[in-house]
């Protein structure tokens, strides 16, 4: 079994896995990984994991994701909607829309969203990791006298 084992660490070595599982707790990593292995092995699936037209860039607190509309956008059919792993961009030409994963998870109400120079400009401020932690209660169950 010990063998077993040591052609795993070799192979994962190889694969240039880390060395103690305590990366595979970040999600980030995780999701870099699978899609880096995706894009090398199914290119045509890899445009569905893909950003599209977006740009994404990511600030210490913020996500600025600009969209090239073009000249000819009519802004008041446009709407944007976020969630907190998603923005979706509707009501382009030809009643198009554009849904864009984020790369981090966000606060759908702290936005701002501006239309500059033939791009839409959309600032979205992440989602903070919650450090709070509680402790729960241990109960005892009684069994009964015997």
Excluded: C
Excluded at 24 to 45: C, G, I, M, Q
Excluded at 109 to 121: I, W
């Amino acid at each position: 079994m010990a063998s077993q084992w040591e052609e795993l660490e070799k192979w994962m070595q190889g694969q240039q896995l880390p060395k103690g599982f305590d990366l595979f707790r970040n999600p980030d990593w995780v999701e870099n990984y699978v899609r880096s292995l995706v894009t090398k092995s199914l290119p045509s699936a890899a445009a569905s994991l893909g950003t599209g037209l977006a740009d994404i860039k990511e600030t210490k607190r913020s996500l600025v994701i600009t969209y090239p509309l073009g000249e000819e956008a009519d802004l008041t059919k446009l709407r944007v909607l976020i969630r907190e792993d998603k923005l979706r961009i509707a009501g382009m030409a030809e009643g198009k829309g554009e849904t864009i994963t984020l790369p981090k998870l966000v606060v759908p109400s702290k936005s701002s969203v501006h239309y500059e120079g033939a791009s839409l400009v959309v600032k979205i401020m992440k989602r903070q990791p919650r450090r709070r932690v509680h402790e729960a209660e241990i109960r005892r169950i009684w069994q009964g006298e015997e």
